[in-house]
């Protein structure tokens, strides 16, 4: 541990707190990464709970390996669990769910140190897996090492590393080479004796100052005369040390050797000896004689691995290509003659080998066995590595396309998808390539490309007999039509499909096009209810039948429409969403949506904190955001429309500038944006030349939204924008496909500025219950209605309606309460926040009622967000309002002021 003392002391540090703590640990190969693990690992008490896994180097099988190999051999390990954890047929949340469950049994209430070693190389499983056993609590160290220089976009590791550090609080342990004195320390105690300068220096030049590369210097050395080195010529390269470990083996040993290095990381015994041929007494001896020399280490039951990986490469790079071939030749034909081989093993040894059809053959059968397993990533490396070799093969560029577009790689999607489409030597294929290439090109914004593919599609159905791809075909258009909002359109087309997906009996076909019926009908207010209950019908029949695109896109548009009335049911809906989504592997649903549902039910719970906390979360967990499309300015929009909500201005303002980076926003992003800023700064002569700007923009915006009405005339009549230019703004902003009670909030915001206070107040009081309103914009509904009621001096009416206002805006800041606060003035009323109707058990939210009860029953901050479907951030801020409006300051008094036991 020469120059790691500090390293050491602050992860013992971290291990001996009791409380969550997360170290991540960069260096460069043989820097001393695991062996300062190990060093903490020697320090921790004897009850502590270790977990070490490491990651396989260029492994594209066993998802959640880093797992699998922390509690390989632990005979406390379920069974049933570890064949599901295990099991590749299972899908992805459920085989992460269950490790969590397995590591949750072996930990229990004790502290515990869990280490994924070599994150570089870790598979996508892995890397969510890292994310979920950060976000638990308990008295738990999580480590992650990994060598920045190997890291590339590509990697899982490439997201995990900036999320962890956005949403955690993250120790980060960076190993810098050792400086000459800190060689010469460590020569002086290897040897026990102060080392020559000379010696010093020749040792720290050729090293480096990397410890391992001098450790194995050190090995090389006949004696432990350091002074020799001065007088004999060092070797040339690391390589060379670490092959004279092997020099003097006899070439039955040296065969064996070389067997383990093309076969992996993790070496099987069986799988060993079956290469190489060699008898179990002959492997043994062999295996016993390589772990003395410190070539292997046992890393398993029956299994070995490479103490080092530089020391595999070392004896890789001696080997002629004829070799390594003849290695990989026999390990293929072991793989094959089991039968049940992972696809991406076979494929790896049938490239090694020239087998190039076994390849191709591994990598058709295990795209499609990934896919079907949400395993994103892995399906697209094997699905590229079978494109080296046929880049025209339209089975390979479909999967490819397909599971580049799942992990939010629109670029590679968008080129597999059009190589897929312009080799298509079938109907089915083109129709298939296209229904896709729809969706690309909408969420990489290629607006242009997209009416491109729509007419294309419509030519293609006039050449398609009546069956099922000219129903593909059919459904394409719909979907396009969709995500144009043509939703006269899409209703058309999907109704065309589904009758000739009813003709022909074509399921899935009829699933696509439902959603895009349902989704369709669900924009208009009239038929909404209609379009919903297609949805909830699909979810089912689509998870029936494994379909978990079409689900969780169904899931996702039920999010999206108007909200049900329970808060458990949305959020119960949104949790379905997230699992779907995980199922089939479809990254933009599983991160961004997902915590954009998070946030919008917050809103509906009246949690403004709670919603920003969940945004910016999900901003920070996707990987994918601010990439080219992504939807990126919706992320954004929704967020700095939070930040204009609670007055954080500057926020807005920097928000606006990464958006304006971004190509092709929509038209009234913005402008939108910039105009709601300076009204709320107060900047009326930059209101009104932005308000120019706006309505350009709405031009080209096919949609309408109540709520963007409502936020954009609340924000003009509080600048003192003139009311003619209300009316216009008005007019702009409505159209009949806006749900009534915005239509009608916002006509009567405008009759109100027009003095026209009996007609407002008699629209407000119509909407004091819509459902549709967040509950922060019904209080406002009252908060105006007491505006009118005062103009008509009936104080007493109005104080009953700002009154109801005051729990509505409980946790809400901003605009809106400040609001309420110069109407309660003109009433003659206390503030609200020195109010006692705000305070105590009948200032609590329902949403915080229910939380309180579940306080009282003992349950944890974990346990509140598991059982209410929240995370425990949110969970957190539910308890600290609890106890802020309790007026307590433990967890324990909860019960009593609630009246429970």
């Not at 060699?278 to 398993?300: C, H, K, M, N, P």
């Not at 995980?582 to 649903?589: C, I, N, P, V, W």
């Not at 109540?706 to 702009?732: C, F, K, N, W, Y």
């Amino acid at each position: 541990m020469i120059g790691r003392e500090s390293e050491l002391r602050r992860l013992a540090q971290l291990a001996s707190a009791h409380e969550p703590a997360v170290a991540i640990i960069a260096g460069e190969p043989g820097i001393g990464k695991t062996r300062l693990v190990h060093e903490l690992l020697a320090t921790v008490p004897a009850e502590t709970v270790v977990l070490v896994g490491q990651a396989e180097p260029g492994s594209l099988s066993r998802p959640y390996e880093v797992l699998l190999d922390a509690i390989d051999g632990r005979p406390e390990v379920d069974e049933e669990q570890l064949a599901v954890l295990a099991d590749p047929r299972r899908s992805p949340v459920e085989r992460l769910h269950t490790g969590l469950a397995i590591l949750a049994d072996l930990i229990g209430d004790c502290a515990a140190v869990i280490v994924f070693e070599d994150l570089h190389w870790a598979d996508s499983e892995s890397a969510a897996l890292f994310e979920r056993i950060a976000d638990q609590r308990g008295p738990r160290l999580l480590i992650g090492t990994y060598r920045p220089d190997e890291v590339t976009r590509r990697q899982p590791v490439a997201g995990l590393l900036p999320r962890m550090e956005r949403r955690h609080t993250v120790t980060h342990v960076r190993l810098d080479r050792l400086t000459p004195s800190q060689t010469a320390a460590m020569l002086a105690a290897a040897t026990g004796a102060p080392a020559p300068l000379r010696a010093v220096t020749a040792l720290h030049h050729r090293t480096g100052g990397n410890p391992f590369f001098l450790e194995e210097l050190l090995r090389a050395l006949p004696s432990s005369d350091v002074e020799a080195l001065v007088e004999q010529p060092l070797p040339w390269s690391l390589a060379e040390v670490l092959r004279r470990q092997v020099d003097d083996l006899d070439p039955v040993s040296r065969r064996i050797v070389e067997a383990a290095t093309v076969l992996g990381h993790r070496i099987p015994f069986d799988l060993l000896a079956d290469v190489t041929g060699a008898s179990e007494d002959e492997l043994i001896a062999v295996l016993r004689d390589l772990v003395t020399r410190g070539v292997l280490v046992e890393s398993g039951e029956d299994e070995f691995a490479f103490r080092h990986a530089l020391v595999r490469e070392a004896i890789a790079d001696q080997m002629l290509g004829r070799q390594r071939r003849r290695l990989h030749e026999a390990a293929l034909d072991v793989l094959l003659s089991g039968g049940a081989s992972d696809p991406a093993m076979v494929a790896h040894h049938a490239r090694g080998a020239g087998r190039y059809d076994d390849m191709i053959a591994a990598a058709r059968r295990g795209t499609e066995l990934y896919l079907s397993i949400g395993s994103a990533y892995q399906a697209l490396q094997l699905a590229e590595m079978g494109l080296d070799e046929v880049p025209d093969d339209t089975d390979l560029l479909a999967s490819a396309a397909r599971a580049a577009w799942l992990a939010g790689l629109l670029d590679d999607a968008l080129r597999y998808g059009r190589r897929w489409r312009d080799l298509a030597t079938t109907m089915t294929d083109r129709a298939e390539s296209l229904y896709l290439l729809v969706r690309i090109a909408w969420e990489s914004r290629e607006t242009d490309e997209m009416r491109t593919l729509t007419h294309d599609i419509g030519t293609l159905i006039a050449q398609l007999p009546p069956g099922a791809d000219q129903a593909r075909a059919m459904t394409a258009i719909a979907q396009s039509a969709y995500l144009r909002d043509d939703l006269d359109a899409a209703l058309h087309w999907s109704e065309r499909a589904l009758a000739l997906a009813d003709e022909f009996d074509l399921p899935t076909v009829r699933l696509a096009a439902l959603i895009e019926k349902g989704s369709t009908l669900l924009e208009r207010p009239h038929t909404a209810a209609d379009g919903r209950k297609i949805l909830s019908t699909l979810v089912d029949e689509a998870e029936k039948a494994g379909e978990w695109v079409l689900a969780a896109r169904a899931l996702n548009v039920l999010m999206h429409g108007e909200p049900p009335t329970s808060p458990v049911e949305h959020a119960a809906t949104l949790e379905r969403m997230r699992v779907d989504a995980e199922r089939a592997g479809f990254e933009s649903l599983a991160v961004a949506t997902y915590f954009q549902g998070r946030a919008r039910l917050a809103v509906r719970a009246g949690n403004l904190s709670a919603a920003i906390a969940a945004l910016e979360e999900g901003r920070e967990q996707d990987r994918s955001y601010q990439r080219r499309g992504r939807w990126a300015d919706y992320h954004g929009q929704f967020l700095a429309g939070l930040y204009l909500e609670a007055g954080e201005l500057d926020r807005v303002e920097r928000l606006i500038t990464d958006l304006a980076a971004l190509p092709d926003n929509p038209s009234t992003t913005i402008p939108g944006l910039a105009f709601h800023l300076a009204c709320r700064r107060a900047d009326l002569a930059r209101a009104e030349e932005t308000l120019d700007e706006l309505f350009a923009a709405l031009t080209e915006q096919t949609w309408r939204s109540g709520e963007q009405a409502h936020d954009l005339i609340s924000a003009a009549l509080d600048v003192g924008i003139p009311t003619h230019r209300l009316d216009q703004m008005a007019a702009a902003l409505l159209d009949a496909d806006v749900w009534d009670a915005y239509r009608t909030l916002v006509d009567a915001q405008i009759a109100e500025a027009h003095g026209r206070h009996a007609e407002a107040l008699a629209r407000y009081l119509s909407i004091t219950d819509a459902h549709i309103l967040e509950p922060a914009v019904r209080a406002c509904v009252r908060i105006y209605a007491a505006r009118c009621l005062l103009a008509d001096d009936r104080r007493e009416e109005a104080t009953a309606q700002v009154e109801a206002a005051v729990p509505l805006l409980a946790d809400w800041r901003g605009w809106r309460v400040t609001q309420l606060a110069q109407v309660r003035a003109q009433l003659g009323m206390a503030p609200a926040d020195a109010a006692p109707a705000v305070t105590g058990p009948t200032a609590l939210t329902p949403r915080e009622r229910e939380v309180a009860v579940l306080i009282s029953d003992g349950l944890t901050n974990t346990e509140l967000a598991r059982r209410l479907y929240i995370s425990p951030k949110t969970a957190a801020v539910h308890v600290s309002n609890i106890l802020r409006k309790l007026g307590v300051s433990s967890r324990t008094e909860v019960g009593d002021r609630v009246g429970r036991p």
